[in-house]
C-alpha cells in the first residue's frame, strides 16, 4: 500500500474508523484518526486509552504488508445514550 492510500483513511471527513489488516493476519483498529501516523514505507499504531491522550506503547508495521483496509463500525454509545434522538427527546 502507498502511503497516500492510509492518509486518506486517516484524513477522511468525516472520519470512518477502520481495521488496518495485515499479511500475516495482525490487525489494527483504527477508532480515530490519533492512533496512526504514516511515514514513507512504514505506519505507527499508538495504542492509548483516549484520543489526545499519551500513549501507553506503539508498533510499527510496513506498509508493503498490508493486506488490506476494511471499515469498522463506530463503538456503540455508552449506556443511556442512543446513536439517535428520539422525536420529542
Same mark, same amino acid.
Given at each position: 500500500?502507498?502511503?497516500?492510500?492510509?492518509?486518506?483513511?486517516? =484524513?477522511?471527513?468525516?472520519?470512518?474508523?477502520? =481495521?488496518?489488516?495485515?499479511?500475516?493476519?495482525?490487525?489494527?483498529?483504527?477508532?480515530?484518526?490519533?492512533?496512526?501516523?504514516?511515514?514513507?514505507?512504514?505506519?505507527?499504531?499508538?495504542? =492509548?486509552?483516549?484520543p489526545?491522550?499519551?500513549?501507553?506503547?506503539?508498533?510499527?508495521? *510496513?506498509?508493503?504488508?498490508?493486506? #488490506?483496509?476494511? *471499515?469498522?463500525?463506530?463503538?456503540?454509545?455508552?449506556?443511556?445514550? *442512543?446513536?439517535?434522538? #428520539?422525536?420529542?427527546?
Open positions: 500500500m502507498r502511503a497516500g492510500d492510509l492518509i486518506g483513511y486517516k =484524513r477522511a471527513t468525516p472520519f470512518q474508523p477502520f =481495521r488496518i489488516v495485515m499479511n500475516d493476519g495482525h490487525s489494527y483498529d483504527v477508532r480515530h484518526p490519533d492512533l496512526v501516523d504514516v511515514g514513507h514505507r512504514v505506519g505507527i499504531f499508538f495504542y =492509548r486509552r483516549k489526545k491522550e499519551p500513549f501507553d506503547r506503539w508498533e510499527t508495521f *510496513s506498509l508493503t504488508l498490508i493486506s #488490506r483496509i476494511v *471499515s469498522i463500525e463506530r463503538e456503540d454509545p455508552p449506556p443511556g445514550e *442512543s446513536k439517535r434522538k #428520539r422525536k420529542g427527546a
